[in-house]
């Protein structure tokens, strides 16, 4: 699923349940030590997604241990996004050397409860998303989504926190959505970043890369 929303020199892998047998690095178990079961099923299961993605780069297996705020420590001259939700795991990496930074989510596909909608979209974006129409889509949920693939793209590149109100979504039907940041940092090089979504199986599921 996230393939088809990925630029071809992006690579990824994915799993729609857990891997019995998927072990951890040393490293890495220390990462998970205290956490609960769910946590380190998905955690482990992320990082053989993103090993199995690595893999098709030619990178041999690692430990890939965890970076300020959360963002995992990529392979020297690599970069990439790794993604966890009920029922999906996905990891997607790339070489350095045309991408400058990538985001990756996936979301239980549903409505977003009206309170987070609120607390994640201005007034502009929730009407712009009523516009949309067919209700049929939960737009609310991709809009949510693409907001995580956006901090996942920002944070690795700047180390700074970014607010929901600080990017304004616009989403595409055709399966694509622009966002405008409304702060900026040189490391981006820019205040537009692009992306594509895809709802299918239950899930929605958000990209964004930054080509360097
Ligand atoms: C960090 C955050 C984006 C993770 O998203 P999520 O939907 O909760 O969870 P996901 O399963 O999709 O992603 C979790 C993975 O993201 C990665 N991640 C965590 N923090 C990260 C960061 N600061 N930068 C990049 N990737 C990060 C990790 O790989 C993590 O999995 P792991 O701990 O098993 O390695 C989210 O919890 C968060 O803090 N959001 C608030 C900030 C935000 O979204 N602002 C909106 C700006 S428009």
Known sequence: MIERILPERVVSAEQFGDVPGATLFPEEETLV???VAKRRREFTTGRHC??????????????????????????SGTIGSITHCDGYRA???TSKRDVLSLGIDAEPYGPLPADVLDM?????EIAALRRLGDGSVDWDKILFSAKESIYKTWFPL???WLDFTEAS???DPSGEFTATLSISD???GTDRLTGRWIASDGLVATAVVLPR
């Open 33 to 35: 030590a205290r956490a």
């Open 158 to 160: 700047t180390g700074r």
């Open 186 to 188: 040189p490391r981006m």
């Open 91 to 93: 990891a997607a990496v």
């Open 120 to 124: 994640v979209a201005s007034p502009e």
């Open 50 to 75: 993103a090993r199995r993605a690595l893999g098709l780069l030619g990178v041999p297996p690692g430990p890939i241990l965890r970076g300020d705020g959360g963002a995992p420590l990529w392979p």
């Open 169 to 171: 979504v616009d989403i």
